[in-house]
């Protein structure tokens, strides 16, 4: 069970220092406040890299491990992945939104 999870949006990447600004959000705990935040790109997982740019969005969980003879904290960085739109599904929207502002304009 996570301890907390936070929200968090990158601010801006660099590169050469290999870290990520961010802006961090709680989600379970509303009495914890907001916090920006410096964190180093060695613990985003590889694939989740090329998401790492301005205006992501990003979890950091923070749960316990309880082993047989130890306790362990530990955290979790996941990307949010959107879905791809397609050139037909931008197309399809246009003109479904095109139709809707004609009804509501007669």
Known sequence: MPNEIWEGTVQSVDV?????????????????????A???LEYVVQQDVPLV?????FYLTIFTEKKRTSIQNAEEIRFRRMPAWSKVHINKIQTDSAQLLDCIES
């Open 16 to 36: 050469n220092a290999r870290i990520m600004s961010v802006i961090m959000e709680p989600m379970l705990h509303q009495n914890i406040s907001r916090h920006a």
């Open 38 to 40: 410096n964190i180093s």
């Open 53 to 57: 740019r301005p205006g992501a969005v």
